[in-house]
């Protein structure tokens, strides 16, 4: 279930954007080179209707290509819209990869108790203007213990974040 609170927290209004969407995210093919790519979408929304929630939204977007078992950190590229009228200041982003696609063999989400696709989240403060976008660039890791398969897969991704109203 899709959860949007907002409140009061040391005299400044919170937008808390909870759970994210894996289930209509795009669907995209295999990065070439045969290595792997992260996508997702992250709708402020009300699962069902699969519409923006107001009046306290935000959307976070990414994908990224070119991960192998391995590899340390692969840039991720995320937009950040905020649906409402007023500015807010985005204080934490992230993601974790809810599912495996395009796997030519087996590749799991987890690697010995270790995810398979791991996400630098991000904590800061990044100002979106009210009905605007901001971007920012997180870090992609895949695990070395990874097997073959995963190379060529796609992983979708689930995002989160935080903001409040500044």
Known sequence: MH??????????????????????????GVGSGGAARVEGVQFSADKEKNKPA????????????????????A?????VRNDNNFAIAVEELGAAAVA?????????????GRPTVV????????SIPPKGTASHTLAVSMD??????????????????????P
């Open 119 to 126: 996400v630098t989240p991000y904590r800061g403060s990044l």
């Open 54 to 73: 107001g009046p306290h939204g935000f959307r976070i977007t990414g994908s990224a290509g070119g991960l192998f078992p391995g590899i340390e950190s």
């Open 3 to 28: 959860r949007i609170a907002s409140g009061t927290a040391g005299g400044r209004q919170v937008v808390l954007s909870l759970l994210l969407l894996a289930a209509f995210g795009p669907s995209v």
């Open 144 to 165: 070395a213990g990874a097997p073959d398969g995963c190379s060529g897969a796609t992983f979708q991704l689930a995002f989160s974040g935080r903001a409040v109203k």
């Open 100 to 112: 495996v696609g395009d796997a030519v063999e087996p590749c799991p989400l987890a690697v010995d």
């Open 75 to 79: 840039p991720l590229p995320v937009t």
